[in-house]
Structures are given as C-alpha cells and as structure tokens.
C-alpha cells in the first residue's frame, strides 16, 4: 500500500461511490466541509494512485434487452489465473473477471447473454480456456450501495448484495411461447400463482412481447405469443408446461 487515505479521501470515495457520476466535486466540498479544489486534487490523487481505477456504469442488461446475467465461479491454477483472466475477458458476452484469493476457486466470471444457449456457449468457451466451472447462477438483481465505514456518521445502510438463482442441479430456465388457449393467457402473474397454473417454486425471468420486453410483476398480464422465460430450481415441470399450452408451447 503506498497511499493512506485520511479523512476526506474517505468521504470523497464514499459520494463517488454513491452516485459518481451525479455528484459534483462541489458537492462533495458542501458535505466534506472543503473546498471543490481541494476535492477534485484529492480525486486525482486517488485516480494517479489505482484507488478509483475508474467509473464503470451499473447497468441492468435484462431492464435494457430482456437480457440474462450470469455468474460462473470458476477453479484455476493460481499461477494460470492472471493471463486466464485476460483471457477469458475476451469471451463476447463476458463483462467481469475477478481474481479472488480463495482456495481453487479463485476466478468469479459475470457474463450477459440473449437467452440459456447464450450463457452455455459462454460457459463452453470459459471451459476451453482450460478453467473448470465449478458453480454457475443467474442474476435476479444487483443492488450496490458505498463502503459505509467510508461515510458520514448517519449514513443509512441500503439494499443487500446481489441475489443470485442457483442454475446447478435439476434447476432450469425454460423459455416458453404462450398458445392462443393456453390457461395462462389473459391473466396476471399473481392470478396464474393463485390457480395454480405457475408453481409456488416458478419464476418469471422475462417477457418478450412483439419486439418489446414486458416487465414481469404480479400485475404483468400474459398474453398470446408471448415469451415467458421460466425459471425453476428443481426443473419447469408438466403442471407449468400446461399452463402454456401444453406440448404446443415451444421451447427456444
């Protein structure tokens, strides 16, 4: 470590990590109790030194594209890891590679792709670089929030951390186009989870309507032609495939 952040280094980070691209040096100064001169040297000192190594968008592919998001935990030789996390960078669809110092299980890949097949293509690819996937989930949600100790004495905790669905197992995402006479059709999310026709274990990922993504909530009303993107942890079983329509719903 070759650079020890004092009080306002502290701060500065904690409202760049709140929203740095909404926050001003000069407001920064209003809350540190310093000038906007004396900030922004301090946010080039942190920038000159690797602390802020830059101010990376959190975007939410599948709000954006109906996209999936996902994450593979990867086990690698500690002394392959760093050009294998370069390496696997270079994988289309992959967005993020973590080097972690924990045991073999030392590299954390999130990857964002169109559908299933997308993320298997990624995760075949990730193989081929000579890592082993050793666990792989979906990203429901991501919530972020700055490093607390960093913040002013009454700064308020936020959301919890990402909330993942685990894709090991019997647990599948199954896209689905709704029949013209399927159960489902014409009703709402939370109507279909009160007749039964989703299963109390089955989640709505994504639906795809015309060239639109719908947002799936208990109010979402699923309509004909739609493509409902099922997830299960113990698999999409009959009871929800015939709520689609049965055999005729297609699997993409």
Excluded: W
């Amino acid at each position: 470590m070759d650079y020890r952040l004092d009080e306002i280094d502290r701060l500065t980070l904690y409202y760049l990590g709140s929203d740095a691209r909404n926050t001003t040096a000069t407001e920064i100064a209003e809350q540190v109790n310093v000038s906007a001169a004396t900030v922004r040297n301090r946010i080039n000192q942190l920038e000159q030194h690797g602390v802020v190594r830059g101010y990376p968008a959190h975007i939410d592919y599948e709000r954006g594209e109906g996209l999936l998001t996902g994450l593979y935990v990867c086990s690698v030789r500690v002394s392959e890891r760093d050009q294998l996390a370069r390496d696997v960078l270079g994988i289309s669809g992959v967005v993020n590679v973590r080097d972690v110092m924990s045991g073999d299980d030392g590299l954390h890949v999130k990857a964002v792709g169109e559908d299933t097949t997308s993320l298997q293509r990624i995760a075949s690819e990730i193989e081929n670089l000579g890592a082993t996937i050793e666990d792989e989930s979906l990203v429901k949600a991501e919530y972020y929030q700055p490093y607390q100790p960093y913040g002013p004495a009454d700064a308020t905790s936020a959301q919890p951390a990402t909330n993942v669905l685990s894709l090991v197992g019997d647990a599948q995402v199954v896209d689905l186009t709704v029949t013209e006479d399927a159960p489902v059709a014409g009703k709402t999310l939370a109507e279909a989870k009160e007749q039964g026709l989703l299963g109390d274990d089955v989640l709505v990922v994504a639906i795809e309507r015309a060239d639109d993504v719908v947002s799936a909530n208990g109010r979402t009303e699923i309509q004909p032609g739609d493509l409902v993107s099922v997830f299960s942890p113990d698999g999409v079983g009959d009871a929800t495939l015939n709520g689609f329509g049965g055999a005729e719903a297609k699997r993409r």
